[in-house]
């Protein structure tokens, strides 16, 4: 168990709870990779983007870790999210697992896993019902996400 990367991860999900994308983005190397459902792979500053952006956003998110570890090189998280997703108004509880590279005292590699489908079911409604298990749906709703990450960066 490695105490520092321990408390970078408490730190991380404290900040997503707090609403607080610069404090998350403060987690990650410069040169750090994400991926997730959603986004897909993520490099550099858009991590920190992301996480700035959906925070921004959200009017009602509340985050909870549920379990973690970490030590010198890697880590792990359980966490969910409760939300409401903006484009349908619907609301979301996203179970997540994660999993974490290290180097510097900071988040090198961030890996989110969860059903896609489970997700899309609740922020898309009927479509994710229907769709949600497609990669047709995963790459329409990938190729919105990082649009907006775009258009976000841009600005």
């Given amino acids: ?76 998280a359980h966490w969910v999210a409760r939300y409401t997703f903006t484009q349908t108004g619907r609301a979301v509880v996203n179970d997540v697992h994660a999993g974490f590279r290290f180097g510097g005292g900071l988040i090198t590699e961030h890996i989110d896993r969860f059903s896609f489908w489970r997700w899309s079911r609740q922020a898309l409604g009927t479509p994710g019902v229907a769709l949600g298990w497609t990669p047709l749906l995963r790459r329409k709703v990938g190729a919105n996400a990082r649009a907006g990450l775009d258009a976000y960066m841009a600005r």
């Fill in 1 to 76: 168990m490695d105490a520092g990367n321990t408390q970078l991860l408490e730190r991380l999900y404290e900040a997503f709870d707090r609403r607080d994308g610069d404090a998350m983005a403060a987690c990650y190397a410069p040169d750090a990779r994400f991926n997730d459902p959603v986004f897909g792979d993520l490099s550099g500053e858009q991590a920190g983007a992301m996480w700035r952006m959906l925070t921004g956003r959200a009017t009602d998110l509340g985050v909870e870790l549920l379990e973690h570890r970490a030590d010198e090189s890697s880590g792990s």
